[in-house]
T-cell receptor, first 112, second 112 residues
Framework: DAGVTQSPTHLIKTRGQQVTLRCSPK?????VSWYQQALGQGPQFIFQ???????QRGNFPDRFSGHQFPNYSSELNVNALLLGDSALYLC???????????FGPGTRLTVL | GDSVTQMEGPVTLSEEAFLTINCTYT??????LFWYVQYPGEGLQLLLK?????DKGSNKGFEATYRKETTSFHLEKGSVQVSDSAVYFC???????????FGDGTTLTVKP
């Protein structure tokens, strides 16, 4: 049983560019949450998708947007990248109502 | 809003020493509590969990008890090994809100 997978593993962008990160949830899971983990800090909740709709959102600007597809996979889009967006982006999947979340290995985004 | 406070690190111990990492939380309702471990360059792995007051989660020699009266979920291990060196995160899921809130993490280094 494949766990949560994320792509790409690493990504380098420049300020002002746009980026799309991808996540496939654990088999049987229908809810995907995205987190941003800056160096030396704990993960910060960005948003959560269920039934192809954003259900919960953390304190992140509208530059951060997402999408969930009918097969439950998800994308995270970040527009107008800033240096401060450099972080590890983690995807987690779970069942509704959410309890235990399973995390993917993350995508390391570097903004130059 | 919800919050999780972990003891500040880093923590350095000798092999076979006793480990305690303190964690306290603030949340509405009755959250589920978790400890995650993160090894260098990797995503988060669930270490243990507890879903109601007085529950004890345990795994790989680690234990933590959900204490509602003190709003705490301290992580303990009787005899640490070099392989336990990692960053440990305390987290809660507020089932009303459906999102996870993490502490800032505690870095543990175990020396031979």
């Amino acid at each position: 049983d494949a766990g949560v997978t994320q792509s790409p593993t690493h990504l380098i962008k420049t300020r002002g560019q746009q980026v799309t990160l991808r996540c496939s949830p654990k088999s049987g899971h229908d809810t995907v949450s995205w987190y941003q983990q800056a160096l030396g800090q704990g993960p910060q909740f960005i948003f959560q998708y269920y039934e192809e709709e954003e259900r919960q959102r953390g304190n992140f600007p509208d530059r951060f947007s997402g999408h969930q597809f009918p097969n439950y996979s998800s994308e995270l889009n970040v527009n107008a990248l800033l240096l401060g967006d450099s972080a590890l982006y983690l995807c987690a999947s779970s069942l509704r109502p959410p309890d235990e979340q399973f995390f993917g290995p993350g995508t390391r985004l570097t903004v130059l | 809003g919800d919050s999780v406070t972990q003891m500040e690190g880093p923590v350095t111990l000798s092999e076979e020493a006793f480990l305690t990492i303190n964690c306290t939380y603030t949340a509405t309702g009755y959250p589920s509590l978790f400890w995650y471990v993160q090894y260098p360059g990797e995503g988060l792995q669930l270490l243990l969990k507890a879903t109601k007051a007085d529950d004890k989660g345990s795994n790989k020699g680690f234990e933590a008890t959900y204490r509602k009266e003190t709003t705490s979920f301290h992580l303990e291990k009787g005899s640490v090994q070099v392989s336990d060196s990692a960053v440990y995160f305390c987290a809660l899921i507020n089932t009303n809100a459906g999102k996870s809130t993490f502490g800032d993490g505690t870095t543990l280094t175990v020396k031979p």
